[in-house]
């Protein structure tokens, strides 16, 4: 084998490519054609790849979906998050990236297409939330016929057929919770089961005689007392936080606030609401 130089790099390279002692992050994204010869970035967009195809072979060979590929300039629709609005060159007219493809979703389903997929592209113009992305993909899909009940079934299937090895096993069936339940013991209904920080509703017997303040909230009519409990809280938050969240609750409640002991602090919100800790 015979190897020609073609041509010579005159200048050294912006950083050293390698996995260990990392130049800046600035740095990196700036010149991204380095960086992505880097293993765990090569790693990540090949399990990417696996992903994907597992999934289109799932839906659409196994399944009988049909993958689609919808506009992604359309007009503004209400509802929902804000849009990002594209300019024309006719005065006064404007398209519109849409937030999914829910409108061409329906509009196959009338079609006669009754089970539709898509690796979808979404847009929303939501830069003032810092934990929203304004672009992403998802997985789309729409089925014609079917129950609440088979439609996480199939995506429960999907996911065990597809999940890659390399991130660990999962099982099914997927735990379910009721809306009800989860604004029941986490007051929102997307909650974050990694922490056990759930609301206990109590009765007269759960409330010692010493925390009389609580006893007209447990008698009233239509009155209940909710506690948040966050174990070891002391040992988790400073006491910077807790003043913190004292603070933020005084905001919110007519100044009755009262703390037992140096393990607990019980905030009344709104007449019915304690946080314990």
Known sequence: MIL???????????????????????????????????????????????FVMAVRNF??????????????????????????????????????????PQQFKQLLMVGGLDRYFQIAKCYRDEGTKPDRQPEFTQIDLEMSFVTQDSVMSLVEEMLMVTWPEECGSISVPFPRMSYHSAM?????????????????????????PCLHVFQQYLTAKEATVQVLRIPQACKHLSNKDIESLTQEVLKESSGNVVS?????????ISRNYIVVM
Do not use: M
């Open 4 to 50: 020609a130089v073609l041509n010579t790099c005159t200048s050294s390279l912006p950083f050293e490519i390698r996995s260990f002692n990392q130049v800046n992050e600035f740095l990196r994204i700036k010149h991204r054609y380095l960086e992505l010869r880097l293993p765990n970035l090569q790693t990540v967009l090949r399990l990417r790849s696996k």
């Open 59 to 100: 839906l659409a060979n196994n399944n009988g979906f049909v993958e689609v590929e919808t506009p992604t300039l359309f007009r503004r629709t209400p509802g929902g998050a804000r849009e990002f609005i594209v300019p024309t060159h006719i005065p006064g007219k404007f398209y519109s990236l849409p937030q999914s």
């Open 184 to 208: 029941a013991c986490y007051g929102c209904d997307k909650p974050d089961l990694r922490f056990d920080w759930q609301i206990v509703h109590l009765d007269s017997s759960y409330v010692t």
């Open 260 to 268: 037992f002991s140096k393990h607990y602090i019980f905030f009344n």
